[in-house]
């Protein structure tokens, strides 16, 4: 008799087969004297279509609405059929006595096997292996510790509930905005709030009234302090006041009233979670939250040098101690051996700051395996987000950084001036990123004061007399929030608990798609679509709490605490709330991109959209569905090769001009004027060589150096 290992991708699939010494390869799967391999694409099963519970429902009606079936039912993905055929075959197979789940181990890796087997009518023993790397040791101790799988009951019920609530507030919202304003409108459970919290910005962004302020310095010779109001804010609106001050301090003679020194010990961050490892990569390098994902899951599943990704936990667990210094041992090479070779001389300092079991739910965070790694295996950006990576797992075992704070505060005639002044005593864990002392965080509440810089004070007492030898002036205007960009919308999603670490990049490029939010340079605005829908949905839908509450009852679920009976009972009762809702609005919505151009087939005005090959005019009429390529819009540079005009286009990094014969690609600044002629024409010659590629790889060539000019002045 044998065992069926269902895995989730055949890449999955392949390394626990070779693992498992299943050498005979099949189309669909890898058989062994006792192990036979097959995986999943994906999800082989998903929920049926409204369609499938009724032909009426093929359609779209607002009458038809909502459409709340008793049960949900399951059917077989048509684009995956073929495989779920082969999986069926082998759960049928008399051979077969048991099945294990290695599918990803998480809430949606559970249920799409969960949901193979019920559609397949899988009746015998199942298992789960539960693993949070992919090294062949990882896969061997996996192995040697199955877990039954009715322990993770809870946990697909968790994930069916959230697939079900989905369905049905999505579907029925998407439809009956759809139907309501004649318009593709797309609505969902945490798309919708997500939505919300960047038009909610936009409107602290418009409404702001800027406001004009200056700063007043003055110089005492060998320091400067700024000067502040009673409740500490440096910010004079009164042009008048500031004369005045300026007037009555210069020449002045004050004391300092106040010299506090304080030691400041700073603990090193604690680990990656999937979250916080996108904010900083967005932060870094301006990787999407998307790209981030799709990077580390090839570290995890290609390379082996990362364990799970989609983890929301920022601690190990106690099981892993003696593996520190195996992963520390395994990336002391290049550039990290001289930071991680002085720590495997001696025992590790493993702290709760590290290590706590109490913080770990079903992952730890996110830490090299113990796989040798060959940096030059890796492409650049996949480079640039190990080294995040393995820079935090080795900070984790240096101390803390510890430098003197010192706060002076001089009296002048009764004003108030203050500096405040760093000195570094030991960088601690920060020698891991160069000693370097700034931080990365961003303070979404900062006032528009600059904080006090690290600055160097000569030694100063209590009592010492001051003379201000001149008074500086700097003018400023107060500024509006800032916009959102990737890294702090994660915060955000995080925050109110919109979606999950797996899910939340999803939504944000599903958001991007529906062209309800567009990226500008690293930004993310709100399209003249976005703006409106969020409008036509109900209010208690665009707020995070409401999909908070839903998300907290889904852990619950998971945990044993809730059922999933009431939860979905709620989410029906929405649904039919949100659809009455739209029936009965009396709001209007006009399309935001119509174009000057008409249907040549039922005259109608085409609407513009974007795609990833450019711009598409598309007939709004359900019944036409006529699409073209939108109009090319040429630029008046002309292509220093053939010399034709070339086309203006956007990217994520800004405009740029691309020849559409050679591939030749030149970026522009923010004004749409060329960058370095002079330097483009030598790139140009530089990429035009025989060896060097040709056609769009070398546009794509050029664009690259030309960002990397622009990023290195």
Known sequence: MKVLVLAEKPSVAREIARVLGCGNKQKSYMEGPKYVVTWALGHLVGLAEPEDYNNKYATW??????????????KVLRETSQQYKAVQQLMKRQDIEELIVATDAAREGELL???IMNMAGWKKPFKRLWISSQTDKAIKEGFAALRPGKDFDRLYESA?????????IGLNITRALTCKFGAPLSAGRVQTPTLGMIMDRENEITG?????????????GN????????????????????GILKEKLTGRSGRITKVHKSEKSEPHPLAYDLTELQRDANRKFGFSAKQTSSLLQKLYEQHKLVTYPRTDSRYLTADMTGTLKERLDSVAVGPYAALARPLLRKPL???????????????????????TVLLNLLSAEERKLYDLIVRRFISL???????????????????????????????????????DMSSDEEDENAGDEPAAGSVKLPELREGDSVKIERCIIKPGRTQPPKRYNEASLLTQMEKYGLGTPATRADIIEKLVSSDTIERQGNLLHPTGKGKQLIGLVSGQLRTPELTARWESELEKIARGQGRPEPFLQGIRSMAQELVSGVKNSAAEYKPHNVSNSHCPECGTRMLEKKSKRGKLLVCPKEDCGYTRAGEKQLSNRRCPQ?????????GKAGMYVQCLGCGITETMDKDHKHINKREQQKLVQQYSKPESASGSNLGELLKAAMEAKQKGK
């Open 349 to 371: 300092p493993v702290t709760k700051r590290i290590v706590d079991d109490s913080k770990v739910s079903d992952h730890h965070a996110i830490i090299p395996t113990e796989q």
């Open 160 to 168: 069916r509930c959230r697939a079900e609530a989905d369905w049905m």
């Open 642 to 650: 053939c010399h034709k005009k070339m086309e203006l286009k956007e």
């Open 397 to 435: 075992f240096y101390p803390p950084a510890r430098y003197d704070a010192v706060a002076v505060t001089v009296n002048v005639d009764g004003e108030t001036f203050q500096v405040k002044g760093t000195t570094v005593k030991d960088a601690g864990w920060r020698e891991v990123y160069g000693g």
């Open 61 to 74: 009606a607002l009458e038809d609405l909502p459409i709340l079936p008793e049960k949900a039912k399951l």
């Open 113 to 115: 096997a969960r949901w």
């Open 223 to 242: 320091f400067q302090a700024g000067w502040r109001a009673q409740g500490g804010d440096g910010r004079i609106f009164d042009r008048d006041k500031t």
């Open 208 to 220: 702001f009234r800027s406001q004009e302020y200056d700063q007043l310095t003055a110089d005492f």
